[in-house]
């Protein structure tokens, strides 16, 4: 009998190890309630347990925020482009006001304060000129959808980018769009003691045509060098499983990134 309880005792032991690691290896699991925005309906999964502490989900007419309370930014915004949606953005006039985000509890969010005189830009994940109508447009201008940017990098390079993947959009047909900061290293710094300064940018970029995809890469600096990554070395960076479904071996294929230009050179599309 003693035999058998110490069995028995050891298998228990040994499931709950195992539901202990099977726990762990998904700190949040890939459900959404914005499946339209993301490649198979499915959410990324975040993997680092730092990163999933104080995430909320928001849903938007054209486009999806995972948010941190902790850094009070996105850890990304996730954008479904279409050939159509771009073409009505085009069309679409007119700016919206920066707000903070009422969803938010009032400690997890950022406010307007946190960016002023701060020198950095209320720098757009999803960006305004993506937005189809005006309800879209303005729920970007959420400070749920910001990060504290680099103002050279925001108006130079950054904005090359998001109209390069415009473009893209326009001839290949659709695109999956996932955006976001990193927080690299030991020396983060906040905003007003509140907002991370992230140390990085990406811009994720997958075409189901190709079955492939790419990220642009940047320092959040006064600088206007970039790199395009696959999307096995974002997440290897980033602690993030940007598409749960994709097979590991399309995610070591590159997809040709189109060279940004920059913005006095070229007509917005």
Request: glycine share 4%; proline share 6%; net charge positive.
């Amino acid at each position: 009998m003693k035999k058998y309880v110490q069995q028995r005792g050891s298998w228990i032991v040994a499931l709950l190890m195992l539901l202990i690691a099977s726990t762990a290896q998904t700190v949040s699991a890939a459900t959404t309630a914005c499946p339209s925005q993301y490649l198979n309906g499915v959410a990324p999964d975040i993997q680092k347990a730092s990163l999933a502490k104080s995430a909320r989900e928001l849903c938007y007419d054209n486009f999806a925020v995972m948010h941190s309370g902790i850094s009070r930014t996105p850890l990304w915004s996730a954008e479904h482009l279409t050939r159509e949606s771009i073409l009505d953005a085009k069309e679409l006039k007119g700016r919206a006001a920066f707000h903070p985000e009422s969803e938010l509890p009032y400690n997890e969010r950022a406010e307007l304060s946190d960016y002023a005189r701060s020198g950095f830009d209320r720098g757009h994940m999803a960006p305004s000129a993506d937005m189809p109508n005006r309800s879209a447009r303005q729920q970007c201008f959420s400070l749920a959808n910001m990060i504290p940017q680099n103002h050279k990098l925001n108006t130079i390079v950054w904005e090359g980018i998001e109209s390069a993947i415009r473009t893209l959009a326009l001839n290949t047909g659709e695109l999956y769009v996932i955006t976001g900061p990193l927080y690299l290293g030991n020396n983060i710094t906040r905003l007003n003691g509140r907002v991370l300064v992230p140390t990085h940018v990406y811009k994720l970029v997958f075409d189901p045509k190709q079955n492939r995809g790419a990220a642009y890469y940047v320092k959040n600096e006064d600088a206007e060098e970039l790199q395009t990554l696959s999307i096995n070395e974002l997440e290897k960076l980033a602690g993030i499983n940007f598409f749960p479904k994709l097979p590991a071996s399309a995610k070591q294929l590159k997809l040709d990134l189109p060279k940004p230009k920059p913005y006095r050179s070229r007509s917005n599309y």
